[in-house]
């Protein structure tokens, strides 16, 4: 299989900034393992939306994947009470 590309949205920038550095490396970590997996195990597509979400700790990793392209666009990263506010308008 493809290895897929990662691109992030401009918005993701300031979603990492509030985030402590020991779960920053578990969610950098979690991104780079979605270039080999996009959809691993644990993967949920949000309803109504082509964006999937993956769990790291409180954290949420938002996502599309674009098979078309081998590409997958980080949208947000947040805490797991905040993250999906506002994501459906995208």
Do not use: T
């Not at 509030?18 to 920053?24: F, G, N, Q, S, T």
């Not at 996009?38 to 939306?49: H, V």
């Not at 599309?64 to 081998?70: C, F, H, L, N, Y």
Request: with cysteine; proline share 3%; hydrophobic share 30%.
């Amino acid at each position: 299989m493809a290895k897929y590309r990662i691109l992030f949205r401009k918005s993701v920038a300031r979603d990492l900034r509030h985030i402590p550095d020991k779960a920053l490396r578990r969610i950098l970590d979690g991104i780079d393992s979605l270039s080999e997996n996009p959809r691993p195990s644990g993967c949920e597509k949000l309803s109504g939306q082509n964006k999937c979400r993956v769990r790291q700790g409180d954290y949420r990793i938002v996502y599309e994947v674009r098979d078309s392209d081998i590409v997958v666009v980080v949208v947000k990263i947040g805490h797991r009470k905040e993250v999906y506010r506002g994501i459906g308008q995208n």
